[in-house]
């Protein structure tokens, strides 16, 4: 089975105004009932969290996004591909949605 795909020849890239890269924290922490704790890596590839922001110029491009996001990648719980900017520059990464989108 392939991996979907950002329709990029359709929709715009997100905007980088806005762009918030935050990666989540490796370790694991356990609190113990002596009152210390105990603290290990849980993974050593940490995955990024990035907030971002689209700016559709046209009814069109949002009505295809809705139906992408709702179609292609099943309401935002399947992994997709897409190009991103990055400290690296632009490269296409491995995504998906950790929550619904916001917008009309």
């Known amino acids: 089975m392939t991996m979907a795909s ?3 020849e359709y929709l715009p890239l997100p ?3 806005g ?5 989540v924290s490796p370790l694991l922490r356990t ?3 002596s009152g210390r704790a105990r603290q290990r890596r849980q993974y050593t590839s940490t995955p990024t969290q990035a907030s971002v922001t689209w ?3 046209t009814d069109a491009q949002a009505q295809l996004f809705e139906a992408w996001y709702r179609d292609i990648i099943s309401d935002g719980a399947a992994w997709f591909l897409m190009r991103l900017q990055t400290p690296r520059g632009v490269e296409s990464y491995k995504c998906r949605f950790t929550d ?3 917008g009309p």
């Open 15 to 17: 905007l980088q105004d």
């Open 31 to 33: 609190q113990l009932t």
């Open 6 to 8: 950002y329709p990029h």
């Open 19 to 23: 762009y918030g890269f935050k990666p």
């Open 55 to 57: 700016m559709f110029t």
């Open 100 to 102: 619904i989108y916001d």
